[in-house]
Each structure stands twice: as structure tokens, then as C-alpha cells.
């Protein structure tokens, strides 16, 4: 394992203000970019020939980004598990965009049974060519990584090396149930977005698709928890709105599985989690996407969001089919036991059971989030 040579000791430029902190955004840049010009290079090697214009900048480009990398760390090494890249033992972060590139990238070394892939100084635009023409090469069969090894030693590539698949074969069980958990999340994730974006336009809602992607996201907790509960680490942050509720939904869920409640209570659950912040479709985007600190008036009018939730919730068509105990949800998910947060009630009152599930899953969510 390689440590961080030089962990990010000179200021960077940020690529994502308010997001990236401050101790990794050097390599956290800089390894999102190695892949994203890894990717272009393989795609554009698969579809010209060398001396295209296309493939040359896309490896002038890997090149650039190599040894801006390798300016600061000693080597690289970049590793996948599952769904994560990791550059030098760095996580990097994934937002929507580069869940795809990673994916790409990540399943092309997986042909070829390889888990690593490491870049030490000194390597050169055709190593790089070589390494990558294997990469797009068909497997063996037979021993996929041990043919890659060897036709690899064949080539004069000295600075880059691969690594086995810590995993040993791909379960293909696994590899299905991450493709359903993936498209319950983005189904309901649209979902969120059309009811929210509705809501704000003055539409009507109808309750039959949100109902539908309540129910996946509960069949995918109730038999595939880590691959949709592991979707959550996804960020996008233009989406944050979105994907927060879809999280809130799932984490609550979750903590109702937990806590032992049935599948229809779950469905139940679901739904009002996946509503829980709708009442913010009333408030002015301004004030829901600001970032800097809230003004007293801000925060006041903000906290009107659970009470908006609850009435606009009677707007919704199909009311007779949303249940109390959702709306409720919305109503709650700030208050506390000790009657603290709000809205504040005129009588002492106990948020409920599903209120306050869904109170710890959105502070969970929120504490998780890195959002300024
Ligand atoms: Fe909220
Ligand atoms: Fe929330």
C-alpha cells in the first residue's frame, strides 16, 4: 500500500467550492481527473486508429494529468472495490457524472481480472498505448488476468503495472442486484424531482408513480440492503434536494426494518420519508439553496417547511390514498422529544413513532452530506 507522499501540501485551486475539503482536494482532483482521462483515452483508442487527432490529445491529455499526479505523489496507484476507486488509499468521491466514468473504467479493467493499476514516474505516453490497446483487447478466456500479465511483459512498458482482483470472480449475483438497486434509486429520484418541480408549478400531483417508487425502494431494502443503502454515498449536488429525500427515505426504511415493522408500515414509512421536505416546494429556491449562513428571517420563514409540507400535502391528488401517518412525517421531522425544534407545538405532544424515524435518518443523511 502506498502512503500519501506529499498529502496535499501546497494550496489547490478548488474545483468544487464548498464541497471538497480542504485536506485531500489536491488528490481528490487530481485522481477524478486520471480516470476521467483514462476513460477518454480508452474509449477513443477503441473507436481510431493511433494517429487520429482524437486519440492523440486524449493521450496528451492522460499524460498532463499523470504527471500532475505524480508531481505530488510518488506513484499512484489507483484500486476499485465494488463501486469505490480509491487513488493511493483516497476514496474518491462520486456524484452522478462520474459514477458512470468510473463504472466504464472499472469494468474494463474487470475483464481483464484486474483490481490495480499503478503509475510510477517515468511513464510515457506509449506505455500508456500499449497498456490501454491490452486493456481493449479481448480477454483470455481461460485465465484472464494471467494472459493480461503476459502479454503485457511482451510490451517495453516499465512504469506501469497492473494488480489481480482482490475479489476473485465477479459474482454475477451481485453484479444484477447493484444494476436493480441502481435503477429503483434513479426511478425515485426522478420521481422526487417531478413531484417537487409540480408542487412548486402549481400542478397537480398524481400519487401512483411516487407510490410505485416507494415500493422498490422498500423491495430493495427488504432483499438487497447494502447495494441500495450503499447508493446513498452517490452526491450530486445540483440534485441535493432530490437525493436527499430519496436518502431520508431509504435510511428510514431501513431503521424500520430494524426496528422490525411490516412491509406495509414500511411502504408507509417510505412514502412519507420520501415527502418529508416537500413543503420546501413552497419556498423560494434562493432561500433552499443558499449556502452561506441563514438570516433570522431566513431561518423563520425555512421553518415554516414541515407546517407547508402538511397542508400541501392536502393539495395532492389522490389524498385519499396518502395516509395520515405520512403527512404526519412531514409535520414532525424537526420536532423533538424534549419539544425543542420545530414547529413548536401549543400543547405538549409526542412526534410519532414514524415522525421520529424519520427525524434520525434526515439528521443522519444531513451530518453525512459534506454541503456548506
Ligand atoms: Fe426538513
Ligand atoms: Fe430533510
Not at 14 to 19: D, I, K, L, M, S
Not at 140 to 161: I, K, N, Q, S, Y
Not at 291 to 302: A, N, W, Y
Request: charged share 25%; with cysteine.
Amino acid at each position: 500500500m502506498t502512503a500519501h507522499a506529499t498529502p496535499a501540501a501546497q494550496p489547490e485551486p478548488r474545483a468544487h467550492p464548498g464541497v471538497v475539503s480542504a485536506d485531500d482536494r489536491g488528490l481528490q482532483r487530481r485522481g477524478r481527473d486520471l480516470l476521467f482521462a483514462v476513460a477518454t483515452a480508452l474509449r477513443s483508442l477503441q473507436l481510431y486508429p493511433l494517429e487520429n487527432q482524437t486519440v492523440v490529445s486524449a493521450l496528451a491529455e492522460l499524460d498532463a494529468v499523470t504527471q500532475d499526479l505524480l508531481s505530488v505523489e510518488e506513484q499512484i496507484t489507483v484500486r476499485f472495490v465494488g463501486d469505490f476507486f480509491f487513488v493511493n488509499d483516497l476514496r474518491l468521491r462520486v456524484d452522478l457524472q462520474s459514477y458512470a466514468t468510473y463504472g466504464t473504467v472499472g469494468r474494463a479493467l474487470s475483464r481483464h481480472g484486474i483490481g490495480e493499476l499503478e503509475v510510477f514516474r517515468g511513464a510515457t505516453v506509449p506505455e500508456w498505448t500499449a497498456l490501454l490497446a491490452l486493456v481493449n483487447a479481448d480477454p483470455d478466456p481461460e485465465d484472464r488476468f494471467g494472459a493480461f500479465l503476459e502479454r503485457l511483459g511482451r510490451t517495453a512498458v516499465l512504469h506501469l503495472a497492473v494488480g489481480a482482483d482482490r475479489e476473485s470472480e465477479p459474482d454475477l449475483r451481485d453484479e444484477e442486484s447493484r444494476r436493480m438497486a441502481k435503477r429503483a434509486y434513479a426511478q425515485t429520484v426522478a420521481v422526487a424531482r417531478e413531484v417537487m418541480g409540480g408542487m412548486r408549478m402549481g400542478k397537480g400531483v398524481s400519487m401512483r408513480p411516487v407510490k410505485r417508487a416507494v415500493q422498490s425502494i422498500v423491495d430493495q431494502v427488504l432483499s438487497n440492503e447494502t447495494s441500495i443503502v450503499g447508493l446513498t454515498t452517490l452526491r450530486d449536488y445540483d440534485e441535493y434536494t432530490f437525493t436527499h429525500s430519496v436518502n431520508v427515505c431509504i435510511f428510514s426504511v431501513a431503521l424500520g426494518k430494524k426496528l422490525g415493522l411490516h412491509k406495509h408500515q414500511l411502504y408507509e414509512l417510505g412514502l412519507g420519508a420520501l415527502l418529508h421536505d416537500v413543503g420546501k416546494a413552497r419556498m423560494p429556491l434562493d432561500l433552499i439553496n443558499k449556502s452561506g449562513p441563514l438570516t433570522q428571517e431566513e431561518f423563520r420563514v425555512l421553518q415554516e417547511h414541515p407546517t407547508e409540507g402538511l397542508l400541501s400535502m392536502f393539495d395532492m391528488r389522490g389524498l385519499a390514498e396518502l395516509p395520515l401517518r405520512a403527512m404526519l412525517m412531514a409535520y414532525e421531522h424537526h420536532m423533538k422529544v424534549d419539544q425543542t425544534g420545530y414547529p413548536v407545538s401549543a400543547r405538549p405532544r409526542d412526534p410519532t413513532l414514524f415522525g421520529r424515524i424519520v427525524a434520525v435518518a434526515d439528521a443522519f443523511d444531513a451530518a453525512t452530506t459534506k454541503r456548506s
